[in-house]
């Protein structure tokens, strides 16, 4: 079992940015897809963006263009930078990698 904890999440004004970094524990992390996953109140939880063991991308089409997943496997974290943030984008962010996911971190874009 993998330990995942996430952190960046806050409290930021529509067109702002926002970094969320997903640390893991133990030495799959390297192995493994790694996804962004939230969770807006009263919507279900769907899937942002993810990331391959080699690197290939992809993005939910309400984030194209907005929105990058990366990855540095040496320190076993992951990212989401978050450009041009919406108030859509209000939500609960969690990480996931094989069948582990994080405890989530909390979005708000508002002015």
């Known amino acids: 079992q993998v330990q995942l904890v996430e952190s960046g999440g806050g409290l930021v004004q529509p067109g702002g940015s926002l970094r969320l970094s997903c640390a893991a524990s133990g030495s799959i992390f390297s192995a493994y897809t790694m996804a962004w996953y939230r969770q807006a109140p009263g919507k279900q939880r769907e899937l942002v963006a993810v990331i391959s063991s080699g690197g290939s991308t992809h993005y939910a089409n309400s984030v194209k263009g907005r929105f990058t997943i990366s990855r540095d496997n040496a320190k076993n974290t992951g990212y989401l930078q978050m450009n041009s943030l919406k108030p859509e984008d209000t939500a609960v962010y969690y990480c996931?990698?094989?069948?582990?996911w994080g405890q989530g971190t909390q979005v708000t874009v508002s002015s």
């Open positions: 996931n990698l094989a069948s582990d």
